[in-house]
């Protein structure tokens, strides 16, 4: 679809205003200095500007490139550098280095006044979930693994990010057996008052989910299938037999249904339950992965799990004006454009193919990409955005992170490092690219994540021009 002049306009305008500026080489060199990667001025070859281009804008992933690869690389632009050199630069300062460089990108996109998607019921819409690879078992007192059938040695990468704008919230780098339990804990503070949590259940326990009613914040996740819940009758606390519930669904021909419950033996929270009964195809999917699974690890499905398979369960303490319970899954639906990013992380950006070096050098190359995907997730963001407003088309962010990476790195670092102009034309341009080669190949029926968020997240409950 060709823009009018006025849109074209109104586009440049909407891009121009969201470039956020990248470091310049005085900013990257004092990074450097602060973190000792440099100690002094003209104290080696390699600055912080050069080390940073040198394994952040880099197509190749560690399982393939050698120290020998990097200094030819170097050797290329007028450096010379041995081996044995280049090795002791990957130390210690540099993944400080390199770690600042991350925060502070991540911090200027946390402090921007970016607007958001649309004008919503919660002031914030966050998903969260992390994603984990294995690493040499060298380093597994560093970052300890699953261990028995599993590696000894597995990092795992913490990934938060806010539907409405955009904007990543957390990402960073634990040790494998540093669970999302853990981490949902440890990362509570973070909620404000009027923000939605959507999570997966690993996230929610009952002490995280009493601290976001605590600040005044929503929830919605799935229910831990070892938790009980109950519905009082009159005045009798009465545990839920989901067999009934289900046969009930049946019986009635009900798709879904809504019930007032009280989550926990104990702490017994009271809480929104919606229930959905899955279609017959879907339920025995289900049960055949499962199954599978089963047999795997020498065990059998109980009567429980096949009963409680026919349904998905859903908890929430917003309100059914905030939340109506035809939506809830849809809503909860959006917490999977996650994995799709970590698919993009694993397939694209190769950020999982490592191989046996020291940790300082694993440590340079996991935070080199995940400065790439930042830089680029925010550009990407925008696209997005701008794509759904002027022509309601949705951007496949698989495809655009595969062209950025594979075709349009070099281009991409010069207007990162070059003016805004430079870096306007540059988004132009991706954006004339995504309108036709990048665009979603959406399934029939099947809604958009864009679409998802307006058809249940605006304020107005209803479409709008964003």
């Known amino acids: 679809m ?86 002791n630069r990957f130390n210690e300062n540099a993944v400080k280095f390199l770690a600042s460089a991350l925060t502070k990108i991540l911090q200027q996109q946390f402090e921007s006044n970016e607007v958001a998607l649309l004008e919503s019921k919660f002031k914030r819409v966050l998903i969260k979930d992390s994603v984990c690879f294995q690493i040499d078992e060298s380093l597994a007192k560093y970052y300890r693994g699953s261990g028995g059938d599993g590696s000894e040695a597995s990092i795992r990468i913490q990934f938060e990010y806010e539907l409405l704008r955009g904007t990543i919230t957390d990402l960073s ?18 909620t404000r008052e009027g923000d939605l949590i959507i999570r997966d259940l690993a996230y929610m326990s009952i002490a995280v989910l009493k601290k976001i009613i605590g600040k005044y914040a929503f929830y919605l996740c799935r229910p831990n299938t070892g938790v009980k819940m109950y519905e009082k009758i009159k005045g009798e606390f009465v545990e839920i037999d989901f067999n009934k519930v289900t046969k009930n669904l049946k019986k009635n021909k009900l798709s879904v249904i809504e019930k007032s419950v009280y989550y ?18 879907q339920l025995a999917k289900r049960l055949r992965k499962a199954n599978k699974n089963a047999k795997k690890k020498g065990r059998k499905l109980s009567k429980e799990y096949k009963t409680r398979a026919a349904i998905n369960l859903f908890i929430t303490n917003t309100s059914i004006e905030k939340i109506p319970t035809e939506k809830v899954w849809s809503i909860y639906r959006l917490r999977w454009q996650i994995e799709l990013m970590f698919k993009i992380w694993k397939s694209i950006c190769n950020i999982e193919k490592v191989k046996k070096v020291k940790k300082e050098r694993l440590e340079c190359y996991i935070f080199s990409k995940l400065i790439f995907i930042t830089l680029a997730w925010k ?65 029939l029926k099947e809604l958009t994540s864009l679409e998802i968020i307006i058809a249940c997240l605006n304020k107005n409950n209803g479409n709008i021009t964003i």
């Open 379 to 443: 550009m990407v963001w925008v696209i997005a955005k701008n794509l759904f407003r002027f022509s309601r088309n949705a951007l496949s962010f698989y495809k655009a992170f595969k062209a950025l990476f594979r075709r349009k790195m070099s281009c991409f670092q010069n207007a990162l490092q070059s003016s805004k102009e430079t870096m306007l034309n540059f988004m132009l341009d991706f954006y004339d690219h995504s309108s036709t080669k990048y665009l979603l190949d959406k399934r």
């Open 173 to 190: 780098i634990n040790a494998f057996n540093e669970q999302d339990a853990k981490d949902s804990l440890a990362t509570i503070e973070k």
């Open 264 to 281: 926990g033996a104990v702490d017994k929270i009271k809480t929104r339950l919606i229930i959905h009964l899955l279609p017959e195809e």
């Open 2 to 87: 060709k823009l009018s002049k006025k849109q074209f306009k109104q586009l440049t305008d909407n891009l121009n205003a969201e470039i956020t500026p990248f470091f310049s080489t005085e900013e990257l060199n004092q990074l450097a200095k602060e973190s000792e990667f440099v100690k002094r001025e003209f104290s080696g070859k390699i600055d912080g500007e050069i080390f940073l281009n040198l394994i952040v804008f880099n197509h190749e992933n560690l399982k393939q490139q050698s120290l020998e690869d990097l200094a030819d690389i170097l050797k290329d632009d007028g450096i010379e550098i041995t081996r044995q050199a280049l090795h």
